[in-house]
């Protein structure tokens, strides 16, 4: 089975390339991209409008394989938190949180992450490789159709998933090739027919690939800012030294000349006493003031290794009022699943740490982090 194409790995594009390789016209590619990813169906001998002879040979040449569950947790809140072997050692993490109208499935798009950002368990592991497409589509077919099953089936043409936001483990646009054809799928109307405006990327500011997103697939778009100043953003999230702030905000702005939504979102890990003072946030004013933004804070969620703590809240309260009083739309996420390890900065799975990240952060806590105040918990 292993030896077979996995059609879970090419988008509408891919899908007819392959039918022709097969000798099939590409109406066919279009029927059988309906029966993978509107009807969960993996079995071909199921896909009964297929030309007998197109399902025999396909029983030979492809199958559909998702990646493996090896666990899957409930929270008391109803978020649901999936960890899935990609094999050579490695897991990874796919979280679907249920809200009032509306189903959001987050996506992983690599095994671990070589960002290393302070406040993200991921990162604490670092970087294995990079998920293929049929890897990421296969985290939103598996969850549909598991939460289908789970609800007894579906009326035609309803959907579990609502949106998808590319906020997992891995920075998505360092797997620009894979992660780009995955949101294809899902915005495919013979796929899963989602808008882009239902469609997120949160990337820690890539700038070069923000751009290249914007020209051949331009989502909605969220950036892990997390602090208003290039010194402490260094720290923070260590690629802000390759591409720093003021980079960073004209990509931004280039971005939204074609987007789907007017606006971008600036997601702020919300840290005790490295970056909730009020001073910070009138500089986050400042950093912001020509980007039509919205702000969405997020309390930190501790883990160990971090030596990190979360903003108390009534400082969280006291930070976005500053920004809600300017004008600016802000937020602060409820936490969800955090007694599943699902919430956000909690994705770890399992991965090879091919980049000594272990030991490092074993040497930051010998030798302290005063550049930022960081606290021991």
């Keep these: 089975m292993t030896d077979t194409v996995n059609l879970l790995d090419f988008d509408a594009a891919g899908l007819v390339a392959y ?3 097969l000798g099939e016209k590409s109406f066919r590619a279009r029927q059988l991209q309906r029966w993978i990813h509107h009807g969960g169906v993996s079995d071909f001998d199921a896909m009964t409008d297929l030309a007998k002879s197109l399902r025999d040979k396909l029983k030979t040449c492809a199958s559909i394989r998702h ?7 409930t929270s008391a809140d109803g978020t649901r938190k999936w960890l899935l072997d990609v094999g050579e050692g490695n897991a990874v993490e796919t979280v679907y949180i249920p809200e009032q109208g509306r189903g959001t499935l987050c996506v992983s798009s690599q095994a671990g992450c070589a960002v290393n950002c302070r406040f993200c368990s991921t990162g604490k592991q670092g970087f294995s490789r990079n998920l293929g497409v049929g890897e990421i589509i296969g985290q939103l077919w598996m969850a549909e159709f598991a939460l289908r099953a789970a609800r007894g089936g579906l009326a035609p043409g309803e959907r579990v998933i609502t949106n998808v936001v590319m906020m997992g483990m891995g920075e998505p646009l360092l797997n620009f090739d894979a992660v780009v054809p995955a949101m294809r799928l899902m915005l495919d109307d013979h796929a899963y027919g989602l808008s882009r405006r ?3 990327l949160s990337t820690s500011g890539v700038v070069p690939m923000i751009d290249r997103l914007a020209a051949e697939l331009p989502v909605a ?3 892990s800012l997390h602090a208003p100043n290039d010194a402490l953003r260094d720290e923070l999230v260590p690629l802000n030294r390759k591409y720093p702030l003021a980079q960073l905000m004209a990509a931004c702005n280039r971005y939204l000349r074609v987007a789907p939504r007017d606006f971008i979102t600036f997601e702020y890990c ?7 003072s009020d001073e910070h946030a009138r500089q986050l004013l400042a950093l912001t003031r020509d980007v039509p933004c919205k702000f969405n804070l997020i309390p930190f969620n501790p883990f160990p290794e ?3 703590l979360r903003s108390h809240p009534e400082r969280i309260k006291q930070f976005a009022q500053i920004l809600i009083d300017a004008g600016v739309v802000t937020t602060v996420r409820r936490t969800r699943g955090d007694d599943i390890d699902a919430a956000c900065g909690q ?4 991965v090879r740490d091919r980049t000594r990240v272990a030991e490092r952060r074993r040497r930051d806590a010998r030798t302290g982090l005063a550049s930022i105040g960081v606290r021991a918990v």
């Design 221 to 223: 778009l969220a950036v």
């Design 19 to 21: 039918c022709a390789s």
């Design 270 to 276: 919300m840290l005790d006493g490295i970056n909730d």
């Design 67 to 73: 990646p493996a569950v090896l666990q899957d947790h």
């Design 198 to 200: 239902r469609v997120t």
């Design 306 to 308: 971090s030596g990190l």
């Design 347 to 350: 994705l770890a799975g399992e």
